[in-house]
């Protein structure tokens, strides 16, 4: 049975999680995804800082109040840096990202190797905020996170809109009164926020991994920006939930690297079985894609008296009775032809009327002719195939 401590954990990763899915998809969204390892990574120093900070005059340099206040502050200051070195330097996103985020993490590492040589007490576990460490969480802590994770979530939907207008099209968000400054620090801040909460629960190096993978998950099961976002949201409480509880009755098990791999259970999961882009539907598509393609080509070689060389063709056209054992066409095969000369040839009419409007068509496309055309068209095409045939007779 849970405990009260699992309990806290459980549902304060939860809610951390869906807001980091919420957090994550506008993130993606805005092709960013990255800035939140600068980010993630810069709130060590602030963090070590705090903590010598308020032991030395006296205070509980552990209250996650201080934590967390020293982690943005730093965490601000490193995204200043990413933001000052694209805008004013010759070095890219990249680049500077890994400059901001290898300085900072590397001056918190000494930061805290400082603190264990120094007399000064609480220090035990703060490296625990590297990977995630719970086991101390108290009520208030826990209710911290719920209620910042539920905020950040409210002011993402609140500017969803203008977030996502800015993400496809900045020039046209201007024109209809967006400011892409704000939005850019609705983005920003809200990562730097998500980044700093989830520090006691998943750690600095992992809240990476929570911001992206639930959104990549995601973007596998719908092109709607809606839809994402909640299976986003849907994926990111699943994996702190799940992840969280494991850990509970795991004994030593860290809850911040746990989550994230039951993350990336859900990602692969996805990859795979996802009904618009999963590897299988893809494999199945191509199968059929293949067949349909040796259908046709055999079907216009019986049309057009071409012997049919490979075994493959062969197969298929004797799967749909179009062809014997001993390779005669039978009268289905003959009709079924005919039908694909026909459209391959209306085909070839209404693609040469669209090159020369310099439009691009697809060359398969007369396969599905009754798909991409309309009636009217059809006919059309058919009045112009038989006025070429009476001229040619």
């Excluded at 869906?18 to 810069?42: E, F, Q």
């Excluded at 552990?62 to 943005?72: A, I």
């Excluded at 009419?349 to 002719?369: R, Y």
Aim: glycine fraction near 8%.
């Amino acid at each position: 049975m849970f405990g009260y401590n699992a309990y806290l954990i459980v549902s304060s990763a939860t809610v951390l999680g869906a807001s980091a899915g919420v957090c994550g998809t506008y993130l993606y969204m805005r092709k960013n995804s990255l800035l939140s390892d600068a980010i993630s990574h810069s709130t060590l120093a602030g963090l070590a800082m705090a903590f010598l900070l308020v032991s030395a005059l006296g205070g509980n340099g552990r209250s996650l109040v201080v934590l967390l206040v020293g982690s943005t502050l730093s965490a601000t200051a490193g995204l200043a840096a990413v933001r000052y070195l694209v805008n004013n330097t010759r070095l890219g996103s990249d680049a500077a990202i890994g400059v901001v985020l290898s300085t900072f993490f590397a001056l918190g590492v000494v930061m805290l190797s400082v603190i264990q040589i120094l007399p000064i007490g609480q220090k035990a576990g703060l490296e625990g905020f590297l990977l995630g460490s719970t086991a101390g969480m108290l009520a208030q802590d826990a209710v911290l996170i719920t209620v910042l994770s539920i905020i950040l979530v409210v002011v993402f939907l609140v500017f969803r809109r203008d977030i996502l207008v800015v993400s496809y099209d900045p020039i046209f968000a201007q024109t209809q009164g967006i400011s892409l400054r704000r939005t850019d620090f609705i983005v920003m801040y809200g990562t730097l926020a998500v980044t700093v909460v989830g520090l006691s629960v998943v750690g600095l190096i992992l809240i990476v991994a929570l911001l992206i993978i639930p959104s990549a998950a995601a973007r596998f099961w719908s092109n709607r920006v809606e839809i994402i976002v909640i299976t986003a949201a849907v994926f990111g409480g699943l994996s702190g939930a799940v992840g969280a509880s494991v850990s509970a009755f795991v004994e030593d098990a860290p809850v911040g690297s746990v989550i994230v791999l039951v993350s990336a259970t859900i990602f692969v999961f996805s990859l795979v079985a996802s009904p618009e882009r999963g590897l299988v539907i893809s494999l199945i598509r191509k199968a059929q894609s293949s067949w349909r393609v040796h259908l046709a080509m055999g079907l216009l070689s019986v049309a057009e008296n071409r012997p049919i060389y490979e075994e493959k063709t062969r197969t298929i056209l004797q799967k749909n009775g179009y062809l014997r054992p001993d390779g005669s066409v039978t009268a289905t095969g003959q009709n079924a032809a005919m039908v694909a000369l026909k459209n391959e040839q209306r085909w070839q009419v209404w693609t040469s009327q669209m090159q020369a409007e310099g439009t691009s068509v697809d060359p398969l496309g007369w396969m599905k002719i009754e798909h991409n055309l309309t009636p009217d068209q059809l006919r059309s095409i058919d009045r112009h195939l038989f006025r070429r045939d009476l001229s040619n007779a």
